[in-house]
């Protein structure tokens, strides 16, 4: 018998470029992971009308509504919660996670990083990557903990920098790399949490 897919979240601020990677992923039979719902915590953000394009339940935690970052993410709790996730995809969820939230999702929340963690932790990375003469940068796809993009890096991929390169050309040629990378990632977090039941 195969094992039951693990039910998925996904948090998003905006476009939804990843997020569509990982519903179209999911809608294979074969992928380990069901994606059960997506969070925005901006009510206007584009990702919305792509996942109900896909025919993804969605929902908004609008974090203006809330007086403090608890009352807002005690709110995504809760919304996970009644979407009975069992494991959350950040993509491209423009806001950092207190310790609360973190140590309730440990191990079953996950997080794509425009860098080559441990390189260029937070924002602004392709900039940092050109200013530092890299050769390369790239995308990371990390467990989230307390500390910012700090997590065990599960996989990532490279693209080279070239001398003419502007941190939009970059982020424009990273951007496929991320959409293959993402996937590939959930589904082996994805067949690691099967293991452990």
Same mark, same amino acid.
């Given at each position: 018998? #195969? ?7 996904i948090l998003i601020s905006g476009r939804g470029s990843n997020m569509v990677a990982l519903v179209e992923a999911a809608q294979l039979e074969t992928f380990p992971a069901e994606i059960v719902g997506v969070i925005s915590n901006r009510p206007g953000a584009a990702g919305l009308e792509k996942a109900q394009a896909l025919k993804v339940p969605t929902a908004v935690v609008d974090h203006k509504n %809330? ?6 993410? *005690? #709110? ?8 009975? @996730? ?5 993509? &491209? ?32 990375? *392709?900039?940092? #990557?050109? !200013? @530092? &003469? !890299?050769?390369?940068? &790239?995308?990371? +796809? *990390?467990? +989230?903990?307390?500390?910012?993009? #700090? ?7 490279? +693209?080279?920098?070239? /001398?003419? !390169?502007?941190? !939009? ?6 951007? /496929?790399?991320?959409?293959?990378? %993402?996937?590939? @990632? ?12």
């Amino acid at each position: 018998m #195969a094992a039951q897919k693990v039910k998925t979240a996904i948090l998003i601020s905006g476009r939804g470029s990843n997020m569509v990677a990982l519903v179209e992923a999911a809608q294979l039979e074969t992928f380990p992971a069901e994606i059960v719902g997506v969070i925005s915590n901006r009510p206007g953000a584009a990702g919305l009308e792509k996942a109900q394009a896909l025919k993804v339940p969605t929902a908004v935690v609008d974090h203006k509504n %809330y007086k403090t970052r608890e009352a807002f993410e *005690h #709110a995504l709790h809760e919304q996970l919660l009644s979407m009975e @996730a069992e494991l959350v995809c950040c993509a &491209g969820f423009m806001r950092i996670l207190t310790p609360w939230f973190v140590s309730n999702w440990q191990d079953r929340l996950i997080n794509i990083h425009p860098s080559l963690l441990p390189k260029y932790k937070g924002l602004n990375t *392709h900039q940092r #990557a050109i !200013d @530092a &003469g !890299d050769s390369e940068t &790239g995308c990371s +796809v *990390h467990w +989230v903990t307390e500390d910012l993009d #700090a997590g065990a890096v599960i996989l990532q991929d490279s +693209v080279t920098i070239s /001398p003419n !390169d502007t941190a !939009d050309l970059l982020a424009a040629r990273l951007l /496929p790399i991320e959409l293959s990378l %993402y996937p590939k @990632a959930l589904s082996k977090v994805a067949k690691q949490i099967q293991s452990r039941v």
